[in-house]
């Protein structure tokens, strides 16, 4: 293959990115689009970069020290990433090459001045746009010293904040190469960025301008402050003017230089309001051929725009296809799920498929398309109220949206007779055998599903699994379930309610509800506590266990003093619960029974902080400490005028709240099991796939949907490049942070909790277990990293099922995400810790090992000195 070095920007388009870099295809698909005008120039290929590498053998070297470096050594990435640029440096460029690029300088003009800049193959991507992590350089004068420049801008590419983005972005540095885009320099009256969507809030109606006078790169430094202006509909709808002293210009001779500038021009705009209306315009243009929102940098000279780059905006969270032009208002699912991680192809679509109502996915996350039951007036109320009692910053959110005119339209109510959406369900008797006929359903379903689903392969399964998910469905939907959910909750709001009206007590609810029976998810809890008793006494069971790598340990446990018994506890442990595990809503997500390991560390932790027999003690502890709260109560209550009747009801409640706020937890551990019997029979038929040789991998269906598996197994056939780009896809969602609520227009609201009762500096949430602790901050983001001591204070970004025997184990909660009814605060609450959920950036606020303090009943942690 003729190696090729140098190709004009105008031969280039935007598929072209492995010979001329990410930048480089950009401004090449720019340079044609109708009315875009970019400057004209050349690109250094990745073949040049190439010839320089092959110059430099000790690269090789470097390179495979560089990728043993964790990413966040900042001495070693440093140290090494200083050592491979200066080997780039120094190596001679190629006669050949040289002679191409001064070739090049020679059409376009020799003694001309250009802006020599970087163009990496992995940089303005869709999912990662690489923005200012190599090198520009500007009005560079002269064939010697653009190829001096070139140089650098190849050394560039290992930067330390170059490499250390690759890096967690799990980019190998040795598949990137970098190419050199040198254009004719512009000499702008102004210069400055466009963002075609607002990149604080998302949405993609506003675009904003960001104006300053001279180049544009004073902008980009922070060397000055731009104007802003926002655009909505044609027109500038904010503009903010600031006062302009300094710029950047360039020097007749290369390089630049900071000025003064004109005292007249100071308090001038950068630009007009035609002007800018003008380049938002060309910038909507540049997003409709892109197909996405992005951000333009441009430059403009005699009155004309030139335009320099264009990236996605990657940080934007995609929003819904709706397949309409009408406005739509969006509530996520994980929130209430406590699972706001991305879910792969797979996970999403059994979700959807196994769901009671339609969901929408955007950005690896689902969502709930709530604008109908907004638009009227009657399910409106309904809607908010039940949303907001379990998470008051979605209720927010939605009121902000609703509080602007004409955005969610207004429908009339129902008419007569007819039920407004997601009504109450009409009480039940407080009678422990409903909860027990409902218990027993779900086993007898879960029963004949495993039954079943053992005989069925290949295309009669995925038949099979349809007519299982409208089962599934079912059980969702039946209606003496939802009557016993919804008696638990109303009994603790009710409670709440009365018991603050009458007696000034907040949150009474939480201690009368400690230890309530037939909660599957806090049983879960305790039964790792029994797990760990039967491990403690050996002492060579607990060093096997803390040398622990492999998935298959239980195997090597007989062999061990005590281990035969350690062993059928791990395994009747498994057998009852292994099929949960953190995000267990992504069927995709390896299960405990499939990845014991992930429980070790918690087992030794109990081990270490319990003595034996704590589970029942601390069980015991609970159902004692709620007896006492409640004659405390009722003794209260009877002291009071009409004492009698407001006892005697509250008596009534307690007994309903107890009868039913354990079964709240059921319903999903029944969803959960029939998932992993899904599973199962799932990778079963990947594995034939695999030995087929129609898959390399059985993971590789997590990356089709369940429509796409069943068609894979009918034709034999897969999309290989779908399956890589939607893992691509899957690692890119991971930096986006899903909102609470999404509109149509893109735009992202988090809500806000709109309090003056809490201390200076302190960190807001929703208060959902009643107490107050002070201890040490734990801050653990994955389950099998937790090393917890007594005391200690769990602080999270969410905590479904799955997290219960950490609570065993700690002195307090903070999440992230969280609502009154979602797991981790019913758990709490069970187990009795001071818990505040929905504190937004609770993990990257408070530091691990800092001493906090949890006010569970007034919704607030403080930072301690």
Known sequence: MVEQYVVDLHEVDGTQVALVGGKGAQLGGLSRIE?????????????????????????????????????????????????????????????DVAAAITGALGRFGDQAA???????????????????????????????????????????????????????????????????????????????????????????????????????????????????????????????????????????????????????????????????????????????????????????????????????????FPVPEAGDRENHVYVSVGHGQMMTDPMKPLGLSMWQLTAMVPMHEAGGRLYVDVTRRLASPAS??????????????????????????????????????????????APIATDPAVVAELIERSRASVAALESDIRTKTGPALFDFLLEAFEEHRRILADPLSMQAIMAGMEATWWLNDKLQEWLGERNAADTLTLSAPGNITSEMGLALLDVADAIRPHPEVVAFLQDVRDEDFLDGLAKLAGGAGARDAVEAYLDRYGMRCVGEIDITRPRWRERPTTLVPVILDNVR????????????????????????????????????????????????????????????YGIVSRYFLYKQALLAEAGRLVQAGVLAEPEDVYYLTFQEFREVVRSHRVDERLVRQRKDAFRSYHALTPPRVLTSDGEALTGAYRRDDVPAGALVGLPVSAGTIEGRARVVLDMADADLEAGDILVTTFTDPSWSPLFVAVAGLVTE???????????????????????????????????????????YVEILP
């Open 817 to 859: 995400v969280g609502g009154l009814m979602t797991h981790g605060a019913v758990i709490a609450r069970e187990y009795g810790l001071p818990a505040v959920v929905g504190v937004e950036r609770a993990t990257r606020l408070i530091r691990d090992g800092q001493r906090i303090r949890v006010h569970g009943t007034d919704g």
């Open 35 to 95: 009315g875009v005008r970019v400057p004209a120039g050349f690109c250094v290929t990745t073949d040049a970069y190439r010839r320089i590498v092959a110059r430099a053998p000790s690269l090789d070297d470097l390179l495979d020290r560089l990728s043993l470096v964790d990413p966040d050594d900042r001495e070693a990435v440093r140290t090494l990433s200083a050592r491979i640029r200066r080997t780039v440096e120094r190596t001679a460029v190629p006669d």
């Open 609 to 668: 902080n319990f003595e034996p027999g704590a589970a029942e003690r601390r069980f015991e502890q609970g159902r004692h400490k709620a007896q006492q709260k409640e004659q405390d109560v009722l003794s209260r209550l009877r002291a009071l005028p009409d004492g009698d009747r407001k006892a005697d009801e509250t008596a009534r409640m307690i007994d309903r709240v107890r009868t039913f706020i354990g079964y709240r937890e059921y319903p999903k």
């Open 380 to 425: 409106r109320a309904g809607l908010l109220d039940v949303l907001g009692r379990g998470d008051p910053l979605i209720r927010d959110a939605l009121e902000t949206v609703l509080a602007r005119d004409g955005f969610v339209p207004s429908l009339p109510d129902a008419g007569p007779g007819v039920p407004p959406a997601g009504g109450t369900p």
């Open 114 to 316: 250009y802006a020599v800049r970087s163009s990496a193959t992995a940089e303005d991507l869709p999912t990662a746009s690489f923005a200012g992590q190599q090198d520009t350089y500007l009005n560079v004068v002269g064939p010697a010293a653009v190829l001096r420049h070139v140089s650098r801008c190849w050394a560039s590419l290992f930067t330390e904040r170059a490499v250390t983005y690759r890096r967690r972005n799990g980019i190998d540095h040795r598949t990137v190469r970098m190419a050199v885009v040198v254009q004719r320099m512009v000499l702008p009256r102004a210069a400055g960025v466009l963002f075609t969507a607002d990149p604080v809030t998302g949405n993609r109606t506003v675009a904003t301008v960001d104006a300053g006078l001279g180049l544009g790169e004073a902008l980009v430094s922070g060397l000055v402050n731009p104007d802003v202006f926002a655009v909505r509909n044609g027109e500038v709808v904010t503009r903010t003017i600031v006062a302009k002293r300094r710029a950047l210009r360039a020097l007749p001779g290369g390089g630049v230089q900071e000025v003064a500038v004109d005292p007249q021009l100071q308090e001038q705009p950068a630009l007009t309001d035609a002007q800018v209306l003008r380049l938002v315009g060309l910038g909507r243009r540049i997003e409709a051929h892109l197909g996405r929102p992005q951000d333009i940098e441009w430059c403009l000279a005699d009155d004309d725009f030139r335009i320099v780059q264009s990236r996605p905006i990657t940080t934007l």
